[in-house]
């Protein structure tokens, strides 16, 4: 088929979400190569981003358009390329999220520097959504958040918390320094767990490098931030089972994570490929599948919109501090982790994406659990 008709049937799929190809809406695309209209055709969002990593389009507000896109279900008739459905097939044969493989994916994505999330995150380097309520800026955004896990658990000085998944020790900082309490964090990142035990020094913190499923002693209370997204779905249930054993039978179990609308078993092609290896986003039904039996569910508190202010402020970081950053990660990497940052904003804006925080307990909280917020 010729590029002509490809572009027309582009065009028209994407004029029913209010997108203009070469318009002058700041979410309007801006193609500057013809091959662009098959490659997004037959390769769906993969193509799309992939596309915009080789410069074949550019658009001025991409969280805007992907906004768009999605509040318009466009996603939904993107097709499948082979590599994402040989993805989808991978995913329902084999545990990707293994032991072994957890590493390896970590590495992918958490070990490529510490100074890019220096210079994209807060001062406390959260990598997770923050609380925006209140807030006017990304530092006070991400302090209130952890100040809301340590107020939704109830902290007391001299308890003992797990952190699983603690990255580069924000929490653990945060908890030890304000609420007394001792933290014993772990990661499967040797670059996170580095950096956390220079951040954390001098504090009754210990980090670990090592992986959720070998855990065998208890704590007061646990909580994990941004890290079930990386556990898979072959692996919910366990997960949900080490957390049980760890935890002591009056403690509090906090989980944030992102949700998705609706169960599936691989990522969004684009995300699997280029940023977060072998991840996937739980559903209602996964969640409630891996805990049943386990856990109450004492709150469930959804801010999936601050999730899209918490992707723009890291993007603005990102993008301020190129300049820093340029010479080691080059050009094509800058698009892709703009794609990356701001196609996520969209995703949240839109509601395609959830931000969930859980507080479970193991029998139930005697005359209830007071919800904070």
């Given at each position: 088929?010729?590029?002509?008709?490809?572009?027309?049937?582009?065009?028209?799929i994407?004029?029913?979400?209010?997108?203009?190809?070469?318009?002058?809406?700041?979410?309007?695309?801006?193609?500057?190569?013809?091959?662009?209209?098959?490659?997004?055709?037959?390769?769906?969002?993969?193509?799309?981003?992939?596309?915009?990593?080789?410069?074949?389009?550019?658009?001025?507000?991409?969280?805007?358009?992907?906004?768009?896109?999605?509040?318009?279900?466009?996603?939904?008739?993107?097709?499948?390329?082979?590599?994402?459905?040989?993805?989808?097939?991978?995913?329902?044969?084999?545990n990707?999220?293994?032991?072994?493989?957890?590493?390896?994916?970590?590495?992918?994505?958490?070990?490529?520097?510490?100074?890019?999330?220096?210079?994209?995150?807060?001062?406390?380097?959260?990598?997770?959504?923050?609380?925006?309520?209140?807030?006017?800026?990304?530092?006070?955004?991400?302090?209130n958040?952890?100040?809301?896990?340590?107020?939704?658990?109830?902290?007391?000085?001299?308890?003992?918390?797990?952190?699983?998944?603690c990255?580069w020790?924000?929490?653990?900082?945060?908890?030890?320094?304000?609420?007394?309490?001792?933290?014993?964090?772990?990661?499967?990142?040797?670059?996170?767990?580095?950096?956390?035990?220079?951040?954390?020094?001098?504090?009754?913190?210990?980090?670990?490098?090592?992986?959720?499923?070998?855990?065998?002693?208890?704590?007061?209370?646990?909580?994990?931030?941004?890290?079930?997204?990386?556990?898979?779905?072959?692996?919910?249930?366990?997960?949900?089972?080490?957390?049980?054993?760890c935890?002591?039978?009056?403690?509090?179990?906090?989980?944030?994570?992102?949700?998705?609308?609706?169960?599936?078993?691989?990522?969004?092609?684009?995300?699997?490929?280029?940023?977060?290896?072998?991840?996937?986003?739980?559903?209602?039904?996964?969640?409630?599948?891996?805990?049943?039996?386990?856990?109450?569910?004492?709150?469930?508190?959804?801010?999936?919109?601050?999730?899209?202010?918490t992707?723009?402020?890291?993007?603005?970081?990102?993008?301020?501090?190129?300049?820093?950053?340029?010479?080691?990660?080059?050009?094509?990497?800058?698009?892709?982790?703009?794609?990356?940052?701001?196609?996520?904003?969209?995703?949240?804006?839109?509601?395609?994406?959830?931000?969930?925080?859980?507080?479970?307990?193991?029998?139930?909280?005697?005359g209830?659990?007071?919800?904070?917020?």
């Amino acid at each position: 088929m010729s590029a002509q008709p490809l572009q027309q049937q582009v065009t028209a799929i994407l004029a029913t979400a209010g997108v203009t190809v070469n318009g002058t809406a700041p979410w309007d695309l801006q193609v500057h190569d013809n091959r662009f209209y098959k490659r997004v055709l037959t390769e769906g969002t993969l193509g799309l981003g992939e596309a915009y990593m080789d410069g074949w389009w550019d658009c001025e507000n991409i969280d805007q358009f992907v906004f768009k896109a999605i509040r318009a279900d466009l996603y939904r008739q993107a097709k499948l390329g082979w590599r994402s459905v040989l993805q989808v097939l991978l995913a329902r044969l084999f545990n990707l999220q293994g032991k072994g493989r957890a590493t390896r994916n970590a590495q992918r994505h958490y070990d490529i520097g510490n100074k890019l999330y220096q210079l994209m995150l807060d001062k406390r380097m959260n990598y997770s959504c923050g609380y925006w309520k209140d807030a006017n800026n990304l530092d006070q955004a991400q302090e209130n958040k952890l100040d809301l896990i340590c107020r939704k658990l109830y902290l007391q000085p001299g308890q003992r918390v797990l952190d699983i998944g603690c990255g580069w020790g924000g929490f653990a900082k945060y908890a030890a320094e304000n609420y007394g309490v001792e933290v014993v964090g772990i990661t499967v990142s040797e670059e996170q767990a580095a950096l956390a035990r220079e951040i954390c020094k001098g504090l009754p913190i210990e980090i670990r490098l090592q992986d959720y499923r070998d855990l065998q002693e208890q704590f007061d209370h646990i909580v994990s931030v941004g890290m079930f997204e990386h556990v898979g779905y072959r692996n919910h249930r366990r997960f949900m089972q080490t957390a049980a054993r760890c935890l002591k039978e009056d403690g509090l179990f906090l989980l944030h994570t992102i949700g998705s609308n609706f169960s599936r078993v691989a990522a969004d092609p684009f995300t699997d490929t280029y940023i977060f290896p072998n991840c996937l986003i739980p559903s209602v039904k996964q969640l409630g599948s891996a805990m049943e039996h386990l856990f109450i569910v004492e709150d469930w508190h959804n801010f999936g919109p601050y999730y899209d202010l918490t992707l723009v402020a890291w993007f603005r970081n990102f993008d301020f501090n190129w300049s820093q950053l340029q010479g080691e990660y080059g050009d094509r990497f800058y698009r892709m982790w703009k794609y990356y940052l701001l196609s996520s904003a969209g995703s949240f804006r839109a509601r395609n994406n959830q931000l969930w925080q859980l507080v479970l307990s193991k029998k139930g909280t005697i005359g209830g659990y007071e919800a904070v917020r």
